[in-house]
């Protein structure tokens, strides 16, 4: 709907030829997909979304992106890259500012496994929940649904046996 005046000098198409052409016509498939996938992540009114070293146009220099929504529209902000390292701390913040609003702690405990899902890429992730004796729960639980997967929301056991799920199920 908008794009900058400037952005010719950066990504080689000018800012008239960009209005009202798809996203996927501007942007390399990779991108698409990083973007929508922070997309999912967005919480709140003031949430903001950053990837880093982003490849915008091949062969071109590398941006970090800011993404958010306003008054009903993406905004997608780009500058040029500071390099690989990134902003891990604007990362964490905007991951503990999502859990900040959920309602509940059966809510809590969905979206800090949703968090950890979408920052390290794992298929599937589960929080539990331990007693003093070890014995715990699946409290928390995302996963990419996969023939054969089921939920192991509200399943128990001793922390013993418990730890053997994050060596099949990770990655």
Known sequence: ?????????????????????PMAEIFPAALLHDLRNRMTILRGPDAVERLFNCQIVKGASEFDISLHISFGQIIVEAQLSE???????????????????????????????RQVRAYLGYDRVMVYKFDRLGSGEVVGEVYRVRRGQCPLMAQSGHSSEMRMHFYFLAR
Request: hydrophobic share 35%.
């Open 1 to 21: 709907m908008r794009a900058s005046t400037n952005v010719g000098d950066f990504i080689g198409h000018g800012h008239a030829e960009l209005i009202g052409r």
């Open 83 to 113: 390099g690989p390292a990134g902003d891990t701390t604007s990362t964490v913040t905007s991951m503990v500012s999502r859990l900040d609003v959920t309602p509940d702690i059966p809510s809590l405990y969905r979206e800090v496994a």
